[in-house]
């Protein structure tokens, strides 16, 4: 029997996030990450088994993050002007970690990354920024080119990360807040979905209460 509300909901998760004084290296590659930056595995609460690593890492000059999928049988599908149909990854960040707010704040973003899509034979990476629904303000805008993103397909997934600097993510301030609210979710034509909290039953695209709280330790 499915539960009505996830375990997921009932709990507010807070977790480290790794500072790395070297960043790694944004090639498509994932060989220059580290178990300490790898993000727990939530949806074992639920009872799932999660089909991808997810890796976070931060220093003065902004944050990375990096997936490793494997297990698809087709190569990714993706569309840089409906993003959200095809696979993709997306990180939702709030720089003031302010978990009693239902809607997002300026300090609040949505960034998204797919493997696939880009340059002319639309084989590269592609990184942007989508608003949030129902924000009380929106952050201010982000060019998308800012953003660095690789990715490397292979015959059973593929390789995805990417640096979103400093100047990009509205109201960063790891000395005086080192809290920030923090949220993925994974979605893959094949594979369904993974996500850190909840999914869009609850209104994670909507409502920052939901997100997970990450500490940027050193």
């Not at 400093?166 to 369904?192: K, S, T």
């Amino acid at each position: 029997m499915t539960a009505l509300v996830p375990n997921r909901f009932l709990f507010e998760f807070e977790l480290s996030l790794h500072y790395r004084k070297d960043l790694p290296v944004i090639d498509g590659a994932v060989n220059d990450w580290t178990d300490a930056d790898l993000l727990p595995k939530l949806s074992e609460v639920d009872g799932q088994t999660e089909f991808a690593d997810v890796w976070a890492c931060w220093n003065e000059s902004g944050l990375c993050i990096a997936c490793r999928v494997t297990g698809k049988h087709q190569p990714p599908r993706c569309d840089p002007s409906r993003f959200w149909t095809g696979d993709n990854l997306r990180l939702c960040t709030d720089m003031r970690d302010a978990r009693s707010n239902k809607r997002a704040t300026r300090y609040c973003q949505q960034f998204y990354f797919l493997p696939t899509g880009g340059g002319r034979a639309q084989r590269d990476a592609v990184a942007g920024v989508n608003k949030i629904k129902r924000a009380m303000e929106d952050a201010p805008h982000v060019a998308a080119e800012r953003i660095v993103v690789a990715s490397r397909v292979t015959q059973s997934g593929y390789t995805l990360e990417a640096h979103i600097p400093a100047q990009c993510l509205n109201g960063f301030d790891p000395v005086e807040h080192q809290r920030i609210g923090f949220y993925y979710i994974l979605e893959d034509r094949e594979l369904g979905q993974q996500y850190l909290t909840v999914g869009d039953d609850l209104y994670w695209y909507v409502d920052p209460s939901t997100w997970a709280t990450a500490v940027l330790t050193r």
